[in-house]
């Protein structure tokens, strides 16, 4: 039981790694995701502070995850052009932009009051 609990993480791990690879939108979630936590650090900001960044982070990913996931299975069903497949990929796409627009809303909420004492104080 316990190796295909193991197994299920390595294959979770295998799916990271492909949407490293093969989708630049997620090497740009890397990039933020990674600055995010800098700034983090840099901040200290409150706990309560980095739940919220943790949730939109893994929002993102989340959403680009499945979004990459339904790409790939309308590219299996119907590699040939069909405006229903580009519907089904436009929203999922679109999905991923929600999450994102609404995370970096956050992200300013929560560090522009850093960023500006730092600058004035």
């Known amino acids: 039981m316990f190796s295909k609990r193991l197994k299920s993480f390595l294959y979770a791990l295998q799916g990271i790694v492909y949407l490293l690879k093969t989708q630049p ?4 979630h890397l990039f933020f995701t990674i600055s995010v936590i800098a ?7 409150r706990s309560s502070e980095w739940m919220l960044m ?3 982070i893994g929002g993102v990913w989340a959403t680009e995850a499945v ?4 790409e790939e299975l ?8 069909h405006d229903k497949a580009k519907h089904v990929k436009d929203v999922a796409a679109a999905a991923v932009f929600i999450v994102a627009i609404a995370s970096a809303m956050v992200g300013l ?3 522009v ?3 500006v004492r730092f600058l004035w104080d």
């Open 25 to 28: 939108n997620a090497r740009i």
């Open 39 to 45: 700034l983090g650090i840099f901040f200290q900001v």
């Open 54 to 56: 943790i949730w939109c």
């Open 67 to 70: 979004n990459t996931a339904l």
């Open 74 to 81: 309308v590219n299996w069903i119907s590699p040939d052009y």
């Open 109 to 111: 909420i929560i560090f």
């Open 113 to 115: 009051p850093y960023i």
